[in-house]
């Protein structure tokens, strides 16, 4: 998906990897729910 091409490398099987790809959807949400009403 998109959001894997922005996340850094992390092995697909050691495990953590859906952790690390939540975490980066929710900053990516928070961020556009900050600044997107400013348009």
Same mark, same amino acid.
């Given at each position: 998906?998109?959001?894997?091409?922005?996340?850094?490398?992390?092995s697909r099987f050691g495990g953590g990897?859906?952790?690390k790809k939540? @975490?980066?959807?929710e900053k990516l949400m928070l961020f556009f729910e900050k600044y997107? @009403?400013?348009v």
């Open positions: 998906t998109a959001i894997d091409k922005i996340m850094p490398p992390v990897r859906a952790a939540q @975490g980066i959807i997107l @009403g400013l």
